[in-house]
């Protein structure tokens, strides 16, 4: 199907280590990437072509893919992590984008 | 230090137009690909359109073909989308962002649109 699926929701405890996963048909394309979105917030650029984390972004977080699935994990939460996150593919020639449904990650 | 500002945004009645602009500094302007994305309240993020660096080619969801605009003026580093025949279900944050690759590297802090009688 035409559509990236993501967990409505994970939550976590700070100091864990959080996973969080999008999965679609559109993954195939070459680059797919993740942003986050604090509540009241602009979305950022956190990780793109699939495994490359933003310069301003925390080690913390990396990203891959394995096949039609593309993994955003997040080591040792903070609760400055706590907010939305979109996985985001398009193709090559530019003539679609499409964004998974969110991710609400929670800090306990 | 690249900025993206949105304006244009307001309460409009259903079936009408609104206008949304966006200005952009600290890049050449020329050499992206710009995009706009969206979000109803409390739900996700939509794509809306995509336009080419020389303004040639036009990319449209579904939801928006036909009823929607995308321009841009290089010569003043704008970006500009064209709303009409607006339906409740347009109501959102309307950000302008910048491609890089097949994603976005920047957005702006959006404007919002507000469909209702």
């Known amino acids: ?108 | 230090e690249v900025h993206l500002a949105e304006s244009g945004g307001g309460l409009v009645q259903p079936g009408g137009s609104l206008r949304l602009s966006c200005a952009t500094a600290g890049f050449r302007f020329g050499d992206y690909l710009m995009t706009w994305v969206r979000q109803a309240p409390g739900k996700g993020l939509q794509w809306v359109a995509n336009i080419k660096k020389d303004g040639s080619n036009r990319y449209y969801s579904d939801s928006v073909k036909g009823r929607f605009t995308i321009s841009r003026d290089n010569a003043k580093s704008s970006l500009f989308l064209q709303l009409s025949d607006l339906r409740a279900e347009d109501t959102g944050v309307y950000y302008c962002a910048r491609n890089w690759e097949t994603g976005v590297d920047v957005w702006g802090n959006g404007t919002t649109v507000i469909v209702s009688s």
Do not use: M
């Not at chain 1, 405890?13 to 009241?40: K, V």
């Not at chain 1, 917030?41 to 990396?62: D, G, M, W």
């Not at chain 1, 096949?67 to 706590?82: H, K, M, P, Q």
């Open chain 1, 1 to 108: 199907s035409y559509e990236l699926t993501q967990p409505p929701s994970v939550s976590v405890s700070p100091g864990q280590t959080a996973t969080i996963t999008c999965s679609g048909d559109p993954l195939t394309n070459p680059y797919n990437y993740w942003y986050q979105q604090r509540s009241g917030q602009a979305p950022v650029l956190v990780i793109y072509k699939n495994t490359e984390r933003h310069p301003r972004i925390s080690e913390r977080f990396s990203g891959s893919r394995s096949g039609t699935t593309l993994t955003l994990t997040i080591s040792d939460v903070r609760a400055e992590d706590e907010a939305d996150y979109y996985c985001q593919s398009g193709d090559i020639s530019d003539t679609y984008r499409i964004f998974g449904g969110g991710t609400k990650l929670t800090v306990l």
